[in-house]
């Protein structure tokens, strides 16, 4: 009951810090106190890290957090309005600057005259709304939870959430999760579904490819096993809830956790597969790494995302360990990767706290953002943020301009004469710009952490093209932000 009842509250924490953000996002204003309507929902700015206080002091005491909406995911259609799903059976959305509701439990109750009305909520549920690029809305649910035949749904909305049609999915005793948005998957498809059928000792990964018909309607008839020994598939709340599908094109990445102890190693096995959509063959297979200690683990989730050049990137999932970082190197192929690269901080010592519970995003300048539950320096249990820049792939050619305007420390930039370049370093990161003639290194100039001030780069009597400015990325990938009272060491 202690360890439900943490879950609860740190999903509660995740909620609530996700919402205040996407509340932020989704004001005209900027100034405080934010408002809907004649309601004041956040008085005054949260600012990372946040910290509870004592006397009970949390969110809505210390920023007068007063969501007029139900603390959840939230999901935004092709027109940028919000969607947020509730443990009672409706969809909230924003309308006219009021949040209204759409009831959702009687769709299903009309479409099966057997269900007892009671489906699976909480912080182990898949709660996700999806839209593709239609602007339809697709989210699954798990019915009759305490019951033995207990089903999963899909449910498909052409009409942004008013009403639903039902389906009832094959073999999903367990629950269903679907791919979900991420900057740069397609959503020109209904999202595939992910499903571990049977029992809670089956332990197979199935994955089912919806299609739309002409009238609109889906079909269910496209589906494929990937592996019989899997921790991953169904809802994944339980790791942050990451995607672990990712589509791109006709191709359908899915990586997984697997349950088997396998290569005599200690630790969780990672695995990741294409699938080919158009022939529905799992075209290659691929072990990635082992991440954490002892017998395989179901906490040891591995999470996915691809950036806009088609590299994809890869986060181990652990329990108190470090997570790992992969990517491939080459765009939309699984066939090669870089070798694990640790995220965040170390542990101190054993019996120590650290990572667990991924959650991984790529946004539009390919930057990579991670949510997760850290609890080193000590065995205290926070939400942290990390991230990590855009890293260079060897292909990218940038001049001036667009370093200024993105910010990039991508690419390799031809120096003519003189030139000057503002550069802002992640704070506790060191970054370097090297300028080469032929690839010979001739002046290097170090960015210390919080640079604001330009740096000045002279090739001297070194005109010509040969003459080259490259920026080197740092040492280590992620920096974490948030989550570490008073900041960072």
């Not at 009970?56 to 259609?77: A, H, K, S, W």
């Not at 996700?128 to 899909?154: C, E, Q, W």
């Not at 999915?169 to 791919?179: F, V």
Request: net charge positive; hydrophobic share 35%.
């Amino acid at each position: 009951m202690a360890d439900l009842t943490y879950k609860t509250f740190f999903r509660y924490i995740f909620i609530s810090f996700a919402s205040v953000l996407s509340f932020s996002c989704i004001k005209k204003e900027t100034g405080f106190p934010q408002r809907h309507g004649n309601t004041v929902e956040l008085r005054k700015a949260a600012v990372a890290p946040i910290v509870h206080k004592k006397y009970f002091q949390q969110e809505r005491e210390l920023f007068g957090y007063n969501p007029q909406y139900e603390p959840n995911i939230v999901t935004f259609d092709p027109d940028n309005v919000p969607y947020v799903r509730t443990p009672r059976g409706t969809v909230m959305t924003l309308t006219n600057d009021n949040w209204i509701e759409y009831d959702f439990k009687t769709s299903v109750s009309n479409a099966l005259s057997d269900w007892g009305g009671a489906f699976f909520t909480g912080p182990f549920s898949s709660e996700h709304i999806v839209f593709d690029n239609d602007g339809d809305a697709y989210m699954t649910m798990k019915l009759d939870p305490a019951k033995t035949n207990s089903r999963a749904i899909l449910l498909h909305s052409k009409d942004k959430c008013r009403s639903w049609t039902v389906y009832v999915l094959p073999y999903s005793h367990r629950g269903a999760g679907l791919e979900h948005q991420d900057m740069h998957n397609d959503i020109a498809h209904p999202p595939v579904l992910s499903i571990l059928p049977g029992d809670r000792l089956s332990q197979k990964l199935v994955l089912i490819f919806p299609e739309k018909t002409k009238e609109g309607t889906l079909l269910l008839k496209k589906k494929i096993t990937v592996t019989e020994h899997s921790f991953s598939g169904g809802p994944v709340m339980h790791s942050g809830g990451p995607n672990h599908i990712f589509t791109k094109g006709p191709s359908t990445f899915v990586v997984w956790a697997s349950s088997k102890k396998e290569g005599g190693k200690a630790g969780t096995a990672q695995y990741i597969a294409r699938i080919d959509r158009n022939t529905m063959r799992i075209t290659e297979k691929k072990y990635l790494a082992h991440n954490g200690f002892f017998d395989p683990d179901n906490h040891n989730l591995p999470a996915i995302t691809m950036d806009s050049e088609g590299i994809i990137h890869v986060v181990l999932g652990s329990h108190h360990e470090p997570f790992q970082y992969m990517r491939s190197l080459l765009p939309r192929s699984i066939s090669a990767f870089t070798k694990p690269e640790t995220v965040g901080f170390e542990k101190r010592k054993m019996g120590e706290g650290n990572y667990t519970y991924v959650g991984l995003v790529c946004d539009a300048g390919d930057n990579l953002h991670v949510a997760a539950r850290w609890a080193g320096l000590g065995y205290k249990m926070r939400l942290t943020y990390l991230r990590k820049k855009k890293v260079c792939h060897g292909k990218t050619t940038a001049t001036w301009l667009s370093l200024l305007k993105k910010n990039t420390v991508c690419g390799t930039i031809n120096l003519m004469s003189t030139a000057t370049v503002s550069c802002f370093s992640i704070t506790g990161i060191t970054d370097s710009i090297t300028v080469q003639k032929d690839g010979v290194p001739t002046q290097n100039v170090t960015l210390k952490k919080n640079l604001n001030s330009p740096v000045t780069l002279t090739n001297g009597r070194m005109a010509g093209a040969g003459v080259k400015c490259k920026i080197t990325t740092p040492a280590f990938l992620f920096q974490q932000t948030a989550g570490i009272p008073g900041g960072l060491p």
